[in-house]
């Protein structure tokens, strides 16, 4: 199945996205992290789209979406917007699959239509105090004052540096040779860009109305008991392995699997993870 790539104005705002596979298939929708786009899911991509339509959009300030001025860059209106989008190709039903930024997205949707949901997959997708490692502890110094010697003090999180950190670190010796550049460079070329590094700090600051939505994310887990297959990057510094096997306490269902890879798993472990997704679906989306 080919990948088209297209876009649609929500709100008045160009939103990117790629598609793929039947739209009569169950559908999935993949919501990117930071500082990536959804070119991180270009190899998943053609291997979902073989029995599923596929969604993959960008949110407005990455990748090839949009970035306006006058555009709120909050979580909130993320949800807003990937909403909308979702309402504008007329998706009704959809399985998530979230990583990294992409959890608080689309937990939002989760709570505002668990209907919806059919399934999640998370792969470094937080919803839990305790998978936020030491990696957080600068940026919350910044979301404490939101002071200029705060915020400058993690501008190198737009650095080149720390883009290919994120992608390099917690890879294994047998696996380096997965990890590609082309990942971390096309990353840092949109985020190079004028202005977007204070873009991506201002929604950095926006982070910390997430953890307080924690709750009654959990809440709605119980709730709802949305089949859940965690797929994660054990060696992540940012989202660390006691946030994946935390969904357990709300969804004792939930299929777990930690692999021996860093933050963006599926650079080094992509067949790993399409393999158990392609199960996991198999047996849990209605069809």
Known sequence: MNTVYRTAAIDGTEVFYRQAGS????????????????????NLIPQLAQKYHVIAPDYPGFGHSAAPADYSYTFDNYARTIDGLLEHLGIQRYALYVFDYGAPVGFRLFAKHPERITAIVTQNGNAYVEGMGDFWTDVRAYWKTNAPAEREGIRWLTSLKATRWQYETGVPEDRRELVGPDGWQHDQSLMDRPGNA????????????????YPSWQQAFRDHQPPL???????????????????????????????????????????????LMLDFLERKLPR
């Open 23 to 42: 739209p009569s298939a169950p559908t999935i929708v993949l919501l990117h992290g930071f500082p990536s786009s959804s070119h991180q899911y270009r």
């Open 229 to 275: 297959l965690a797929v994660w990057g054990k060696n992540d510094q940012i989202f660390v392995a006691p946030g994946a096997e935390a969904y357990r306490r709300d969804l004792p269902e939930a299929e777990i699997h930690l692999l021996d890879a860093g933050h963006f798993a599926l650079e080094s472990h992509g067949q790993e993870i399409a393999d």
């Open 198 to 213: 204070d873009l991506q700090l201002d929604v950095m600051f926006d982070y910390q109305t997430n953890p307080p939505l």
